[in-house]
Structures are given as structure tokens and as C-alpha cells.
């Protein structure tokens, strides 16, 4: 016999599974609006290295955050 709690925790798996095939992925929704990435890697290595300290004091490990970086038409 399976558990309510593990009963719970598969029906809460695949309401999130069916979010997340529904929802509109975020990159459509960025070119829509006049979005985009920008890529410069002086930048990126900058933001990197002075947050790091900041991702560390969190107890998170900087190596598993992405940083980007998006620019406005507007």
C-alpha cells in the first residue's frame, strides 16, 4: 500500500510536469517584447567574479549560477 504522503508527492510531480508543458517558455516572451541576450564575456567574467563572494556567504555554489544579462530595445 502506498503512502498519502507518497500519493501527495506524485500528484504535486505531475501538476508541476503538466505547469511546466503549458506555460510559454521564456525566450518567446523575451523576443516578443524587443529582448535580448547580450553576450560579452569581460562582462559576464566581472559579474562573475564579484559575485561569487556574495553566492558563498548564501551557501550556494557560484559555479552552479547563471548569470544573464538582457537588453532593451527601449
Known amino acids: ?3 498519502l504522503t507518497r500519493s ?3 500528484v504535486a510531480l505531475a ?3 503538466a ?3 503549458v506555460s510559454r517558455p521564456a525566450p ?3 523576443q ?3 529582448l535580448s541576450l547580450i553576450r560579452d564575456t569581460e562582462i559576464e567574467e566581472i559579474l562573475r567574479r564579484d559575485s561569487a563572494p556574495i553566492f558563498e556567504a548564501a551557501g550556494v555554489d557560484p559555479k552552479t ?3 544573464l544579462l538582457i537588453g532593451s530595445k527601449s
Request: proline share 0%.
Open 1 to 3: 500500500m502506498v503512502s
Open 8 to 10: 501527495v508527492s506524485r
Open 15 to 17: 501538476l508541476m510536469v
Open 19 to 21: 505547469a511546466g508543458l
Open 28 to 30: 518567446a516572451l523575451a
Open 32 to 34: 516578443d517584447e524587443g
Open 65 to 67: 549560477i547563471n548569470i
